[in-house]
């Protein structure tokens, strides 16, 4: 099973507020990705890296900034929470040897009011 | 542009039926098609396929990607109300090492 953390899991919170979403994984794993997902629809990919102090924006244009300053750490922020924030957002590892899956988190649910 | 498409959006079926999901892709530089279950959270993994024409399966599901027609499907067979869930496709680009996912499957599975 894999071992991969997200934390909060419920966020209620205002406009404006500075928020971060924790992502942690102990498998030691290089590839860690951020995705954002509205009910109903497809996985967006915002946020990837290959490794420590490696990261890259995906293909959905998102205002939050990520950081990896640590293998198993890899939190995404935003600066200024607005409603049109307000989704689902999904960590997920992998290897990044070879070909194998991605292992996903829990997910953070997230409301801006 | 790249892009997964399933199809159908949604499907409601009785148990002990079959079903067949459907996922076509348009990408450059393919790597591997993958299928995952997604209930209430997170997605688990199901399938991961990267040669034509070999059936992967795993119990009542099974999977087999086309890499000439740019398909694959996901059959489950005797479905049963613990199928009920959204089934998303995935599928993983060389450079980069990214995924595009189809908007996935929603499965109803009556008792």
């Known amino acids: 099973e894999a071992d991969i953390y997200q934390t909060p899991r419920y966020l209620v919170i205002g406009t404006g507020k500075k928020i971060t979403l924790e992502c942690s994984q102990t498998m030691g794993h290089d590839k860690m990705y951020w995705y954002q997902q509205d009910p109903g629809m497809e996985l967006h990919l915002i946020h990837y890296?290959?490794?420590?102090?490696?990261?890259e924006k995906g293909d959905l244009s998102s205002e939050s900034t990520v950081s990896r300053i640590r293998t198993e750490h890899f939190p995404l922020t935003l600066e200024s929470a607005r409603p049109s924030h307000t989704s689902q957002y999904l960590c997920?590892?992998?290897?990044?040897?070879?070909?194998?899956?991605?292992?996903f988190g829990p997910g953070t649910r997230l409301t801006v009011t | 542009e790249d892009k997964v498409v399933q199809s159908p959006l949604s499907l409601v079926v009785h148990e002990g039926d079959t079903v067949t999901l459907n996922c076509s892709y348009e990408v450059t530089n393919f790597r591997s098609l993958l299928w995952y279950k997604q209930e209430k959270k997170a997605p688990t993994f199901l399938f991961m396929l990267t040669s034509s024409g070999i059936e992967k399966k795993s119990g009542r599901l099974s999977s087999i990607l086309d890499k000439k027609e740019l398909f694959s499907i996901l059959n489950i067979t005797a479905t049963q109300t613990g199928d009920s869930a959204i089934y998303l496709c995935?599928?993983?680009?060389?450079?980069?090492?990214?995924?595009?996912f189809g908007s996935g499957t929603k499965l109803n599975v009556k008792p």
């Open positions: 995935a599928v993983e680009l060389y450079n980069f090492n990214k995924f595009y």
């Open positions: 997920a590892s992998r290897t990044g040897t070879g070909i194998d899956e991605q292992y």
């Open positions: 890296s290959y490794g420590v102090n490696s990261t």
